[in-house]
DNA sequence: TCCCCGATTAACT
DNA sequence: GTTAATCGGGGAG
């Protein structure tokens, strides 16, 4: 458990108080060869309790248990029926929230420009899937959250691919970062933090 | 049980 | 810009 890590603490709070500050942060993955594969975040999404787009909105059921737990936890889920998708979980039991990892610049053990670039892309990259479900990012032996570089600049706007609550600005990028997904460069520039 | 649809992506025209 | 791929969740019956 290195000091780097996050402690729980740190996600415990609202998921638009989490997105923002964990932009920066080092999302590392220890695969079972004992490769280390380290990116930086660079755009996430808050969904919270109260919030229509959200898999928690309706209350706890099998697939999104994992959003009713501890905060710091992963959450993964399948969408489409082919792409993976990683949470935060924040605030704590019983709230249902979290923090979407929507892209990520590659620093360690990975290649190309569009490895990490979009939510189904960075899970796939990372090696990440339904059996990770549930992983405690901040003891885990597998994956966790570091501490990063914090960013200069962070931009706000509308989340991607909903049709629920699409108005809500719970998207946030670092500000002029050539590693967001398409969906944030194709979106409007969003207002400044 | 049946059925619709999605927090996406890549491969088209 | 448009669309197929692909499958499990969850509400309806």
Redo the contacts with the bound molecule.
Sequence with gaps: VSPQRFARTFFSRAATDVAPVILGAHLVRRLPDGELLRVRIVET?A?GPQDP????F?GA????AT?FGDAGHL?V???????H?L?VVTEGPGRGS?V?L?AAEPLEGLEGR?VC??????ARALGLDLAFDGADLTRGAEVWLERGERPASIAVGP??????AAERPWRYVIEGDPWV???ARAGRAGSRR
């Excluded at 787009?53 to 928690?56: I, T």
Aim: charge should be positive; glycine fraction near 12%.
């Design positions: 999404e969904y787009a959200s898999h928690a309706g059921t099998r697939r999104n959003m959450y889920y399948l969408v489409y029926g082919l792409h998708c949470n979290a979407l929507r569009d670039r979009g939510p189904g892309r960075l989340r991607v691919g909903i049709t629920k997904s398409r969906a």
